[in-house]
């Protein structure tokens, strides 16, 4: 029906620039991390959505999700902090209790409608998980971000990153 039809078109249109907001300022984190010598991986949101459905669009979501190796946690969140992002869960020692436990944290930006997750581990201590953040360093793969790109975790680990997230998840997104 045409009221539905608009209604899907009026969507599409918020969510493409949506979309276009949040692979901006993807290429954005990407370049604080890499110029202060912070290795990272992306994963989920834009660079999935590309994967499966050939378009950032192809998808919905609400975050980044990045991972750096523990030992550059700080590190990150220092290059995060330079472009104006603070953190969800309270101040830092809080954090690191909280990412103690869940190891990850969330950022949030004054002027960026979408958080960044900061992940040094894919699980919890609460679940076991099929990968290991040790797996992925070596096999990342570029993913285009305008002129420039951003490594993405992909081949066989994204699969199990997926099935793995999935699990912790309950597969809600199933519903």
Do not use: M
């Not at 009026?10 to 010598?37: D, P």
Request: hydrophobic content about 45%; some cysteine; overall charge neutral.
């Amino acid at each position: 029906p045409a009221a539905t039809r608009s209604s899907l078109d009026a969507f599409r249109r918020l969510h493409s620039v949506r979309v276009l907001s949040l692979v901006q300022e993807l290429r954005r984190l990407g370049g604080a991390l890499s110029a202060n010598g912070v290795r990272f991986a992306t994963f989920k949101g834009p660079t999935l959505a590309a994967r499966l459905y050939g378009d950032a669009a192809g998808r919905e979501y609400n975050d980044i999700d990045l991972i750096v190796p523990r030992a550059q946690y700080e590190s990150a969140e220092q290059a995060l902090a330079t472009l104006g992002y603070r953190g969800v869960q309270g101040d830092r020692a809080f954090r690191r209790a909280f990412l103690a436990h869940l190891r990850q944290c969330a950022f949030a930006h004054p002027e960026v409608d979408a958080t960044v997750d900061l992940h040094w581990d894919f699980r919890g201590i609460h679940l076991p998980f099929p990968l290991s953040p040790d797996d992925i360093w070596e096999q990342l793969e570029p993913f285009a971000v305008g002129a420039a790109s951003v490594p993405t975790i992909g081949g066989l680990n994204l699969a199990l990153l997926l099935v793995g997230h999935g699990t912790k998840e309950a597969w809600r997104s199933l519903d």
